[in-house]
C-alpha cells in the first residue's frame, strides 16, 4: 500500500495549497491508499478549529494529526474528544481532552494504527513518549503502523525511529517545519525521516511572515506573527508498506515548490 503523509499544513496558504494540487500529486506519486498531514498550525498558523478541519478532511485524508500547538484555540477542545479522526499526541497525561492514536481502514481495506508522539528536548515535560509509544502497539494487531514524532531535536527523533525499527512500518518526524533529507528505510523495515517539512509560505521564518518575527529577534518584545503567504512550497513524504508484513520498502521525500 502507499501512504501519503503531508508535513506541517501552515494557515490557508497551505490549505489552499494542498487543495489545489493534491490531484496533481496524487496522479505523479500515487495513487494513495492512506493519507495523513499534521494539520496543527492549518487555522491561521497556530491551532485547528472545526471548519477548518473539516476543509482538510473533504480533501480525502483519512487521519490529521498534531502538536503542541493543538490546544491553542480553547474552543476546539470538545471537538477533540468527539473526532475520532483527528489525534493529538499520546503522551499527554491521562485526562488531557482527544486520543493519541486511533485505528483507520485506508482504501484497500487495511488496518492502520497512527500513533501521534510528542517529544521532551526543548518542549514540554510530558510523559515519556518511547514508553508511550511502546504501550500502545504492544497489543496492537494492524496490519500497518504509523508514527508522527513531533518533536525538536534531531537526536530525540532518530532515536525514537532506531526504537521502533521492526515495530512499527514508519517513523515520520514533524515540527520543525523544515525538511530533512535524511529519508531512510532503517535495517529492520522501518521508514524514517526526521522531519517531513512544511506545507504553506516559505519566504518568511517557518511559515510566518519575516516582519513580525525579526522584531522578536531584534527587540525582545512581543510581536504578532502573520502567516506567510509566499513562496509556497508542498513537503510531504511517500512511503510504500508491504501489508503482509508491516515492513516499509520504501520512502519518497516531496519538495514540491509552486511560488519562488
Excluded at 513580525?212 to 518584545?221: A, P, Q, S, W
Amino acid at each position: 500500500m502507499k501512504i501519503l503523509f503531508v508535513g506541517d499544513i501552515v494557515g490557508r496558504p497551505g490549505r489552499v495549497l494542498l487543495r489545489e494540487n493534491l490531484k496533481q500529486l496524487e496522479s505523479r506519486f500515487g495513487p494513495f491508499d492512506f493519507r495523513i498531514a499534521n494539520a496543527e498550525n492549518a487555522a491561521g498558523g497556530f491551532g485547528l478549529t472545526e471548519k477548518v478541519m473539516n476543509e482538510l478532511f473533504s480533501m480525502g485524508f483519512h487521519c490529521l494529526t498534531s502538536g503542541n500547538h493543538i490546544w491553542d484555540k480553547k474552543d476546539f477542545l470538545e471537538v477533540l474528544d468527539s473526532e475520532r479522526r483527528l489525534l493529538r499526541p499520546a503522551n499527554y497525561p491521562p485526562g488531557v481532552h482527544g486520543q493519541g492514536h486511533g485505528f483507520f481502514l485506508s482504501d484497500k481495506g487495511t488496518r492502520v494504527l497512527v500513533v501521534n508522539l510528542q517529544g521532551r528536548v526543548f518542549m514540554p515535560p510530558i510523559d515519556c513518549p518511547f514508553r508511550k509509544a511502546e504501550e500502545i502497539i504492544r497489543d496492537s494487531n494492524a496490519e500497518v503502523v504509523v508514527v508522527d514524532f513531533h518533536a525538536e531535536a534531531t537526536s530525540e527523533k532518530k532515536a525514537m525511529g532506531l526504537f521502533l525499527d521492526g515495530k512499527v512500518s514508519c517513523v515520520l518526524g514533524t515540527h520543525t517545519h523544515v525538511q530533512t533529507a535524511d529519508e531512510q528505510i532503517l535495517p529492520n523495515g522501518t521508514a524514517y525521516i526526521t522531519d517531513v517539512g512544511m506545507t504553506g509560505g516559505h519566504a518568511g521564518v517557518i511559515g510566518m511572515e519575516k516582519s513580525g518575527v525579526m522584531e522578536r529577534f531584534l527587540k525582545g518584545t512581543p510581536s504578532k506573527f502573520e502567516v506567510c503567504k509566499e513562496g509556497l512550497i508542498l513537503n510531504a513524504v511517500v512511503v510504500e508498506v508491504d501489508e503482509t508484513t508491516g515492513k516499509a520498502t520504501n520512502i519518497l521525500r516531496i519538495y514540491e515548490v509552486y511560488e519562488k
